[in-house]
């Protein structure tokens, strides 16, 4: 699956903008850098999975629904739904930990 950074940044835009947030307010909100979001509207240059994440916290939301839009989640599987609602419940080392354990089990370093 391909990700547009440009889409998933107009969909992050449009959930800041429903919230009357600032770009300054997102970026303290999702503990991230207010260049980096700067550069990424104005560069198009694509977001970390950590700023994915970030974000997506920020706003009480699934990572998935920035990545591919709310309305796309029907793509998912229903297993696939269940491993993002139990990821939501890890903290941040225990998904440290989930991910060394997925590139063992794949053996595949991402």
């Known amino acids: 699956m391909y ?3 440009k889409q998933i940044y107009n969909r992050v835009d ?11 307010h997102l970026a303290e909100m999702a503990n991230v850098s207010v ?12 977001p970390s999975l950590y700023m994915i994440e970030s974000i997506a916290n920020a706003f009480r939301i699934n990572p998935i629904n920035i990545l591919i ?12 739904k269940e491993l993002i609602t139990y990821w939501n ?17 794949t053996k595949q370093e991402i």
């Open 3 to 5: 990700f547009d950074a």
């Open 14 to 24: 449009k959930m800041r903008l429903e919230r009357g947030w600032s770009i300054y």
């Open 35 to 46: 260049n980096s979001i700067y550069s990424w509207r104005d560069r198009h240059s694509s």
């Open 69 to 80: 839009g709310t309305e796309d989640v029907s793509i998912l599987d229903a297993e696939q």
């Open 89 to 105: 419940l890890l903290s941040n080392e225990q998904r440290a930990s989930m991910m060394k354990m997925l590139q063992v089990f």
